[in-house]
């Protein structure tokens, strides 16, 4: 029998968990588990490449492994990156063998970058940034993964991970890494509900994206807010409107996803109830995300020590890479005559 394949995909510590990354990502991790054993990382060591707030990043990457069980991840497939050194030893190999220029023509740290920039004085634009892609390589190929699910945003530094392979194994003369292989899936595009030209993100702030675990309240307020147009359009759909259709089909209410396309062909659609459509299918969507999460929180320290089981158990993987490449790399191991 052969073994599963193996899927890994990592998430950062940081900003908003939002819809648009509900729907990017964690949706698809979730249905993921079913066919393929799946590790899931929280990397806090990428959430220092950018300015952030040392007291607040260990609430984050708690605050992100409750949400994630609570969205359906099995707490046995995911890891916390600090919580496994070798990352960090695996990430030093790789620099090694990777060309400056090559993180330089990395499309993601020209934009960063300049959102450090825009930042203010005092912010820097580290090397840790600059390396970042390095130890995204280090984070998929210290478990051998045969699938990352990654957005296009990605595209890129998995192409580099796979370079990176492809170089140690011509190096050593062995095929000892997997070359991943990225995994798209069809997503729903979900935009902004205060300025539907631009994509649903954290950083736009707070109007723009809808929290995954906010309150039906909250859900409710935010979408009769959400901008649509003020009907004149020539019987086109303004992003706004198409943006309400796409969040209700993503919600999973297709019926009346349907059935709403009718009246907006008809020229009988109305606003209000499309958007009381939207925010009751969001609202019952995420209700068994609220229900789980209240659980987990009323016994915190159950999941955080489930979680570090599960971390530790994953590190052993980490652990058996690295010592096999530090001696193909010419390094000692601590237990090695
Ligand atoms: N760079 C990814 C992002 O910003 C996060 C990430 C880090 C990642 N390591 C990874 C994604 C390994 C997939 C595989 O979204």
Known sequence: MTSPKRVLSCIQPTGNLHLGRYFGAIQNWVGLQ?????????????????PYDPKKLTAATWELAFNLVACGLKPENIFIQSLIPEHIELSWIFNCMTG???????????????????????????????????LQAADILIYRADYVPVGKDQ?????????????FNHRTGKPYFVLPEPLFTEIPKVMSTA?????????????????????????????????????????????????LFSLLKAAGAE???????????NGT????????AVSEAIVSMTEPFRDRKAEILADKKAMKAQIRSSTQRIRSLAQETVREVKEMMGLLNVRQA
Do not use: W
């Not at 020209?110 to 840790?128: F, W």
């Not at 595209?155 to 170089?167: F, S």
């Not at 004149?232 to 943006?243: C, F, H, Q, R, Y």
């Not at 019926?255 to 062909?265: P, S």
């Open 34 to 50: 079913e066919k393929y054993e799946c590790l899931y990382g929280i990397v806090d060591l990428h959430a220092m490449t950018m």
């Open 100 to 134: 400056f220029g090559e993180l330089g023509k990395m499309t993601q740290f020209k934009d960063k970058s300049r959102q450090v920039q825009e930042k203010g004085s005092d912010a820097q634009i580290t090397s840790g940034l600059y390396t970042y892609p390095v």
């Open 155 to 167: 595209e890129q530094h998995l192409e580099l991970t796979r370079n990176i392979a492809g170089r």
């Open 195 to 243: 300025d539907p030209t631009r994509k649903m993100s954290a950083s736009l702030g707070e109007k723009h994206n809808i929290n995954l675990f906010a309150s039906p309240e909250k859900i409710v307020k935010q979408i009769r807010s959400a901008v649509t147009d003020t009907g004149d359009t020539n019987g086109l759909m303004s992003p706004g409107v198409e943006n």
């Open 255 to 265: 019926d009346d996803h349907a059935a709403f396309m009718q009246h907006f062909e």
């Open 269 to 276: 659609l109305r606003y209000g109830d499309l958007k009381q």
